[in-house]
């Protein structure tokens, strides 16, 4: 974890550098925007990768004895078989349907969003199948 | 060898909480093609930037903008509670969060019902219409998907029997959710209200 932390955070410095570099020859504020951006997508994941390392007991990538099994921890709950996420798609495809359509649609496909996220939320939480 | 939250003694990190830091990184590209947007339209038309910015009501949105820092501080409160699992103290600041945020997206609504009545200033009507527009618009569907985010953890918070992991992990990265979404604000106001 430690080693990986450590690549994005070079990968925040490299990109911080190109973006430099890019603005001296270009002065264009927009690709440079982009740049220093790109240098934050690799930087915050760094970022959180390095406190979470350093926050926990060593990983097994960090220990040169380190088994591959040791890193399968219990994942948790999965759902087995779920409708709702075919649900939630097709809310979302009516939503955005709309945009090219009318704007009521939107308003429509807005609320099946939420319902449909409500339903995706809660589905363990009640009825027969309740984990939790 | 039980997977843990962040806040409990854990041995392994978090999946849950890793894979929204990495969507997360996602969303900021999201928002780096809108700042790309503002300022290459910023770039090429300087005369219709030195008119319309002067519609901006900065005091109004410096005001907002502290009701939504002070959110990821409730917010940030909200998490220390979860993660000594006291529950009720989780619940009290998130729903806290949940007001200070509906009370930005009110002023946002606010500010652009005067733009579009008093200055005539639309998503159409010109290039800075549409560079603030788009690049507010989507920051707010994002903060309206916190609030939404933040009403279900509320609410799941209550259904469940006891408050485990999921609950805690929820409460959590919902959290990093919102404090992204607070920086890119930051970020929108010292582009759109401070450089302008």
Redesign the interface.
Known sequence: ?KLAAKLFLGGAAFYLLVAAVYWFMSHD???T??LV??A???G??GF??LV?AN???D?PDDRPNGEIWE?D?????FSPHSWAPLMVGVASAITFAGLALAAWIVAAGAVLV?MT??YW??EY??GPNRQ? | ???AH?GAH????N????GT??W???E??F???L???Y??L??TNPEVWAEETQFLNVPFSTVNTLILVSSSVTCQLGVIAAERGDLRGMQRWYILTFVLGAIFIGGQVYEYAHLIQAEGLTLSSSPYGSAFYLTTGFHGLHVTAGL?AFL?VI??SY????Y????ATAAIVTSYYWHFVDVVWIALFFMIYVLQ
């Open positions: 974890m504020e927009a690709g925007t982009a951006l790109t934050g997508l690799s915050m994941v959180y990768l979470t926050r926990l007991p990983q890193a921890p219990d994942y948790g709950h939420i996220s409500a939320v809660f939480y009640h939790f | 060898m039980t997977q962040p854990p041995v392994h990190p999946k849950t909480a890793v830091i990495i997360l990184s996602s900021l590209m928002f780096a093609g700042f790309a947007m300022f290459t910023r770039a939404v279900f609410a799941r259904a469940s029997r006891r485990g992991n999921e609950q």
